[in-house]
């Protein structure tokens, strides 16, 4: 399905969404346009293209980076359609023939200036690093290691980039990029994380040399085994748009330990670690039944469990992940369902009251049936987060 524009009474056809901006800059000394692409809430995709080229960072902010370049569109009508659809589908509405027009969720630029200081930092950024880490001399270089070209990690190993995400952070100041890759020989995911700020942390696993600040790096090795005990995925059935999921994922599961200020000579042990750190993957709920054939019930054997659980890292909602044990191989697999962030996060109870206002207002002009226990039902597993998260399905 293209993409379509309407502008001075003409339709205009396009195989790719129009960006919040587009920009000219130089980089590796090529001319390059730059398409800024909103992908989902607080994450934007950087396309880069040059002629025939084309390559793309991932760019995901923090809300006060966010804050300071864009202003946030449609967000409520966007936010109040999914509700509309979800109450519908408690309330079992029949489904009518008439089609609903949706107003996309998107961003504005608040300063252009900014914006384009921005962009200028980023493309520096994305010089520096790859020349160091990856000896990039040139923008086909660029293109091809970004396409998933195989290419040698700072450990040595050669593997194949699937995703580069630029975390930004501190009012736009800081920058991090992570680098997920996958080693098909080793049968592993490769992560490799690098501050683009100084700290007083560690450089390829050395020990900071005293008074001095370094730009922090990590590397770890996280392999197919882990991925199915962790997600319960099988790597090998995975398609292409999962192994980006998964690699979304792996952005997130992954930090680097550093210090803001200088340690004591005592503490030195504590920069000889690797500072890469794995985060938690957690449950904030979950739901578990039993299936299994009908002898199995009648003779009181083992029932297959089935866990259906809400997940988060750091308190950012990831996904729903089902979870289905093999009594047979005596393994758990699943499956990984992702959700729009923006929708589960925590909500004041006073935005709630406001949506139940408007579910309200609307079901009386377009008579949605939608009980009373139905609606408070739904806000109650879905919205009521105050001092916690989701608590049941």
Not at 84 to 104: C, F, G
Not at 212 to 217: D, E, G, M, N, S
Request: with cysteine.
């Amino acid at each position: 399905m293209p993409f379509i524009t309407i502008s001075d009474s003409q339709i205009k056809l396009s195989h790719s969404p129009n960006g919040i901006v587009q920009e000219q800059l130089w980089l590796y000394e090529e001319e390059c346009t730059l398409d800024l692409l909103k992908i989902e809430y607080n994450l934007l995709r950087l396309v880069i293209n040059q002629q025939d080229q084309r390559c793309y960072i991932d760019l995901q902010f923090d809300q006060p980076s966010m804050d300071l370049l864009f202003e946030s569109v449609n967000y409520n009508e966007f936010e109040r359609d999914c509700i509309l659809d979800i109450v519908r589908a408690l309330s079992e509405e029949p489904h009518s023939n008439k089609k609903n027009a949706y107003h996309a969720h998107s961003y504005a630029i608040k300063s252009q200036s900014k914006l384009s200081q921005f962009l200028q930092g980023i493309k520096s950024a994305i010089e520096s690093n790859f020349t160091e880490l990856f000896n990039i001399q040139d923008f086909n270089q660029l293109c091809s290691l970004l396409n998933g070209n195989e290419v040698q990690m700072p450990s040595g190993n050669y593997s194949n980039i699937h995703m580069c995400v630029v975390k930004v952070t501190d009012l736009t100041q800081q920058f991090q990029f992570v680098f997920i890759t996958e080693n098909e020989k080793d049968k592993s995911f490769e992560v490799l994380i690098q501050n683009c700020y100084e700290t007083h942390g560690i450089l390829q696993l050395q020990l900071a040399p005293h008074g001095k600040k370094v730009k922090a790096q990590g590397y770890e090795q996280f392999d197919y085994l882990k991925v199915s005990k962790l997600l319960g995925l099988d790597v090998s059935v995975l398609d292409n748009s999962d192994i980006q999921l998964l690699c979304y994922v792996l952005s997130h599961l992954f930090d680097l330990h550093v210090f803001v200020k200088e340690l004591d000579t005592d503490d030195y042990e504590r920069y000889r670690e690797n500072c890469i750190i794995q985060n938690t993957l957690t449950s904030e709920s979950c739901y578990r039944f039993y299936v299994g054939k009908i002898f199995y019930i009648l003779a009181n054997e083992y029932r297959i469990p089935v866990t259906i659980s809400y997940v988060g890292i750091q308190d950012n909602p990831i996904g729903i992940l089902v979870q289905v044990f093999d009594d047979e191989n005596i393994i758990q697999s699943g499956m990984f369902l992702t959700i729009s962030s923006g929708i589960w996060e925590r909500v004041k109870k006073e935005s709630v009251q406001v949506w139940i206002d408007l579910l309200q207002e609307k079901r009386k002009t377009s008579k949605i049936y939608c009980n009373e226990q139905d609606e408070q039902r739904f806000f109650d597993n879905i919205y009521f987060r105050e001092g916690g998260m989701v608590s049941h399905f």
